[in-house]
């Protein structure tokens, strides 16, 4: 409750700003009286709290999960969750809310929201056959999350002018400080803002350099973890034997660089980690799925 | 890394496989068990799926798995070849063309190979039509309700907030997770994550 008062005062403090149109005010790091005039929350990254980024996360998540939803097998959505966790708990950011779950959706893809939200959907889960080879795709999500990869990617060009303060506020904080006649309406707002910026993010895609670095990051988090750190490799073999212009990849193909660019940026990191033993750990994983 | 090869069965179901296929690819008679031998070590201690793939560059074939090990002969550029096993990153592969009789398999740094392509799958659900095994419901099948979802289906979602619930619920603590390592033997490696 004490999460979701905090965000609440922050917008009635913005709509109150508002119709003073003051400038020049600050809360924190934020210059609100900018922001009011211009409409919009240009930001740096650096100013974005831990819980405004957690908020930012499950307003993405959410908007994920409306596209399809959570896969219904408790037992492997908690499977993936330890595998996850166990990954996040040796990262640089082993105290954030780590959450993963299971999408139901044949397309061959992974996704990681701010704030410690991993998903993997059941048609990338379906094409793999280990834990190590789980833990790869995790681990990579897990890189672009503790580096803040998406974070930076709304400072970036277009998505600035997007960016408002509702990002950071729960739906449901719309829904509990709105009076009721102006409760659907506030909330449609919110929905929309949120939306916008989540599905921008996610049918564009991060940079490539963020989607090298969190390869470098994630094979070496995998090796960090016990897993046989080429499992990485092993993935990006078979997603590049899938046919380009399957439909289960477009998705993905269209946010990341193709699987056999990704492949040639590790070479460095292959060397690097030659010596290192890790276990695939196939019949567990196995035992899971069945 | 072990665990297919872990019994009596598997391993000789593994050198009978492998005897065929060194038939298959007309290699001779003595050459065909030296090469059995090197591949039963090396299977046992390796991940054993076999795929078809085709090398990105020429290359030598190696005696080892490492840069150290002396030559076994060469596989030419775009050649196809069968991986029969991994060890760390080197894949111990033998040749696919019939035509190459000397020194056929070793190993080579799995990067310098790549599977070969799948047959696309015409507007298929995704993985059903690869894996036989999808029918199976206590895995993630895929339902004819539910394709993959594209950039269109991204633009039209609609934030989904008991599903976010749901999310939370299969949570687990640190400790949960570290006990699930504990369990599968996973110990943590002097690895930097980030490299200085």
Known sequence: ?290 | MNTVFSSNHSKNFTKAMLILSIVFFNYGVSNCFASEESLMDKATRTDSTTRMGQVIKKVNLLEHPSYQSGSTGSVEAKEKVSIQSRERAWYFISSASLGQVEQPSGWINMLNVRFIATAKREGRLGVESLFSSATNDSLPTVSTGVRGFDENDLKNSKADLKQLLQLNTYRVSTGSATRFARQGKLTINKVKVKED
Request: net charge negative; charged share 20%.
């Open chain 1, 1 to 290: 409750m004490k999460k979701l008062l905090k965000p609440v005062y922050f917008i009635f403090i913005c709509l109150l700003l508002a119709s003073c149109k003051s400038t020049g005010l600050k809360i924190g790091n934020l210059d609100v009286g900018k922001l009011v005039e211009q409409g919009v929350n240009v930001f740096n990254a650096h100013n974005i709290t831990e819980e405004q980024e957690i908020q930012f996360g499950e307003n993405m998540s959410a908007v994920l999960l409306g596209t399809r939803p959570l896969y219904e097998n408790k037992d492997i959505n908690i499977y993936v969750n330890q595998v996850g966790m166990w990954l996040a708990s040796n990262s640089s950011r082993p105290d954030l809310p780590w959450q993963f779950g299971v999408i139901k959706s044949s397309a061959i893809n992974a996704f990681a929201a701010p704030g410690g939200f991993v998903f993997i959907t059941s048609g990338m889960l379906m094409q793999l056959e280990n834990e190590a080879q789980l833990a790869a795709v995790l681990a990579h999500e897990i890189s672009h999350i503790t580096e803040k990869h998406h974070l930076n990617a709304i400072k970036e060009g277009a998505n600035r002018n997007a960016v408002t303060e509702s990002l950071f506020i729960s739906a449901q904080a719309y829904q509990d400080n709105t009076n009721d006649s102006n409760q659907d309406k506030e909330y449609r707002t919110w929905a929309k803002k949120v939306t916008g910026m989540a599905q921008d993010l996610y049918v564009k895609g991060l940079n490539k350099e963020d989607e090298f670095l969190a390869d470098q990051y994630g094979i070496r988090l995998l090796a960090k973890s016990g897993y046989d750190a080429f499992a990485y490799i092993d993935n990006l073999q078979v997603l590049a034997s899938i046919a380009a212009d399957d439909s289960a990849l477009a998705l993905l193909y269209k946010t990341h660089p193709t699987p056999g660019q990704r492949l040639e940026s590790l070479a460095g990191q292959v060397d690097k980690l030659s010596s290192t033993n890790g276990l695939l750990l196939g019949k567990r994983f196995a035992q899971m799925m069945n």
